[in-house]
Structure formats: structure tokens, C-alpha cells
């Protein structure tokens, strides 16, 4: 029996830097011939859509940058020829209810298929289930960011619930052959799973997927099998110009090729030069894969993905109390000074006060509720 081919990207947002090639659907410019080959010969194309098309400006009250690309831009999108969309990320509710539901209706009158948000809870988490060859393939997007927005009347995106979300998957393997989780999760800039992204994702797994793609993290991962499945820990972005980090300027396509009783992924090298996108040439291909594959066989190391997660909470660490201890230009003028010793000066007691109050579940929901509630915010 004949098999299908899907082709996953990552991040794709239109920005200032390429906006007349989107609104032009000028695809030959945006991808180049030749990766628009690889595109268009794949059975099935899924990109996560990390922006919301609105052309109205309504921030929403958040920490971080906030997106949105004009509603003629989707010319560029609808030329890519999308079979599925994914929008359970970061940046969708950018604009709120407003940007959300603009998105909805131009994706909706361009006949493009979205999955990983919604108007309300369970439209969110809505899978989409493809079937082609008579192979059935099932799509379940969600993110580890909870949208500030998320309630059961507005759900926005569909966030990882460890109560919900693994029921969902273990539900839609009944339903079909293979179950693909596309995971809006994982340290931004870091090419390794965090070790609580590798516990969810191989629960993931008992309950039922069969490949997992993680993209938060705006850089080429590693991938490791567990068991039946296998999980990529970060793909990279496919078209964003919003990172400037060396990790940005190279990513990766993912392609599944699914048989009735076989499944293959393959990884295909692509370049990034700030508001366009080629396929990898042959020198490139093996920069970007060799270190993917050694990242791969490093994870597999006894202690290595706990080594380096606490080396990078540790040079983190200096970033989150400087919030903690406050932001007055006083304080960051003699903190300056004695070079972030102040941001550093708690008392063991302080700290233990601090870790009990973020670790206990109970503390952390009245600390976020408390705050949102400064901006008529509630959960």
C-alpha cells in the first residue's frame, strides 16, 4: 500500500522585513525554487502560525514582544499551499480576542485548516485528523504557555493540561494509526530538553503518540526514540526574522513518511537569511545535521540533560532575582556597582521562602491570581 508523506515546519510569521513578498505570494523569493519543491511534492504540509493576522493593533497586557502581520500577507501563506495550521504558541493571542478571531475568519475564508485554538475550551483542543491512502493520522497541537486569556467560555490555545491533554491523546490513538503531537514547548536559544520536557513528552508517548515535535525553542534540538515514539526537542523556526541568535539562522523541515504498518522521519536542512529561506546546500546539510545527531547521542548519557538544565538555571538565576529584588533605578545603579551582588543578597531563609512559595501549587495559583488581578485580570 501506498504511504503518505507530511511535511512539518516551525514558526512561520510574516514581519515588516517580508511583507510585500507575502502579500505578493511571492514564494520563488520567500522559500526558493528549490525548497518549494520539497514543499509541494509532500502529501500533507503543517506550519505553526505564530502570529495572529489582524490589522488592528490591541495589545494585550503581557511581559515580552507582541506580534501580529497584516491580513494581506496570507497571500504568501496561502501560496505555500498549507494543509494544517497550528496555533497553539506564544504570540497568538498576541491581540486578544480581536487578533484571535480575525485569524480565525481569514484562515476560514482561505480555506486553510487550523488546529490548537479555538472559542472555547474543547474547540481548542480539537484534534484534526488526517486521512489520505487509508492511513488515518491524527494532529493534536498544544502549548506549554497558558494563555492569559484561558477560560472555559475563551480558551484561546490549547495548553498542555497533564490532566486533560494526555487523555486527549490516549482518546484520538483509538481513532487512528499514528498520533502526532506537534509541542509548543522548550527553553528558547536551548538545544536540549529541559528534564520536565522530557518526562511530558514521554508520558506523551506511553499514552499513545507516535512522534512528538517540540518548536519553542527557535533553534535545532536533538531527537531521541522512547520506546514506540519518537520526539524531536526542537525543529527551529521555518520563516521569522524576531531572533537574532546564532542557533536562528539554520533550522529544520520535519518530514514523516507513514505506511499502514511502517513509519520513517526524515530531517531536511534549511537556512535562514533574516526574512527569507533556502534549503540547506550540500556543505550546510552536514553543519546542521552532525551537531543535531551528536546533541542526540549526548542526551542519551546517564545525568547529561540534568547537568546542563542546571547549568543553565544557574546563569539564570541572576535574571530572575534582579525581578524578584525589584526594578528601581536606584537599586539598579548600585547593583551596577557592586557588579550583581545585590541582585544575589538574600538570606538562606529568604531563598527557602521564595522556593516554597513558587514550588507549592497552592501558594504559586493565589501568587498568579493576585497579580493578574492588578490588571482585572482572573484566571
Not at 514523516?256 to 527569507?276: T, V
Request: hydrophobic fraction near 35%.
Amino acid at each position: 500500500m501506498k504511504g503518505i508523506s507530511i511535511l512539518i515546519g516551525g514558526d512561520l510569521v510574516p514581519t515588516r522585513l517580508n511583507y510585500k513578498l507575502f502579500i505578493r505570494g511571492d514564494l520563488n523569493n520567500l522559500v526558493g525554487r528549490k525548497l518549494k519543491k520539497v514543499i509541494r511534492k509532500s502529501d500533507f504540509r503543517i506550519f505553526n502560525l505564530n502570529v495572529p493576522f489582524t490589522d488592528r493593533d490591541t495589545p494585550i497586557l503581557k511581559h515580552g514582544n507582541h506580534y501580529r502581520a497584516i491580513r494581506s500577507t496570507i497571500h504568501g501563506i496561502k501560496a505555500m499551499n498549507p494543509s494544517l495550521v497550528t496555533l497553539a504558541n506564544d504570540h497568538i493571542m498576541d491581540h486578544g480576542k480581536q487578533g484571535l478571531f480575525s485569524t480565525f475568519r481569514i484562515l476560514q475564508c482561505n480555506n486553510i485548516h487550523y488546529a490548537g485554538a479555538g472559542k472555547n475550551k474543547k474547540e481548542a483542543s480539537k484534534p484534526y485528523i488526517i486521512e489520505l491512502e487509508g492511513i488515518r493520522a491524527g494532529i493534536y497541537s498544544c502549548t506549554g504557555e497558558k494563555s492569559i486569556l484561558e477560560t472555559d467560555v475563551l480558551a484561546g490555545v490549547n495548553s498542555f493540561d497533564p490532566l486533560e491533554s494526555l487523555d486527549h491523546i490516549k482518546g484520538l490513538k483509538r481513532l487512528c494509526d499514528y498520533v502526532i503531537v506537534i509541542y509548543y514547548a522548550g527553553k528558547e536559544q536551548y538545544p536540549y530538553p529541559t528534564p520536565n520536557l522530557q518526562k511530558i513528552c514521554r508520558k506523551m508517548v506511553d499514552k499513545g503518540a507516535d512522534f512528538i515535535i517540540c518548536q519553542q525553542s527557535h533553534c535545532a534540538g536533538c531527537m531521541e526514540q522512547y520506546k514506540e515514539g519518537t520526539i524531536c526537542y526542537g525543529q527551529g523556526d521555518f520563516i521569522y526574522s524576531g531572533s537574532n541568535h546564532r542557533g536562528a539562522k539554520s533550522g529544520l523541515l520535519v518530514e514523516l513518511k507513514l505506511e499502514k504498518e511502517h513509519a520513517k522521519i526524515n530531517y531536511i536542512p534549511i537556512i535562514k537569511y533574516r526574512n527569507i529561506v533556502r534549503l540547506a546546500n550540500k556543505k550546510d546539510w552536514s553543519m546542521i545535521l552532525e551537531p543535531f545527531w551528536e546533541r542526540s547521542m549526548l542526551i542519551k548519557q546517564p545525568g547529561f540533560i540534568e547537568k546542563e538544565y542546571q547549568e543553565l538555571a544557574n546563569e539564570k538565576l541572576k535574571t530572575y532575582m534582579k525581578v524578584l529584588h525589584g526594578g528601581n533605578y536606584l537599586y539598579q545603579f548600585i547593583n551596577k556597582i557592586l557588579r550583581d551582588k545585590l541582585s544575589m543578597n538574600y538570606s538562606k531563609k529568604q531563598l527557602l521562602e521564595i522556593e516554597h512559595y513558587i514550588e507549592s501549587g497552592t501558594h504559586l495559583e493565589l501568587l498568579l491570581n493576585g497579580i493578574k488581578s492588578r490588571f482585572g485580570r482572573r484566571y
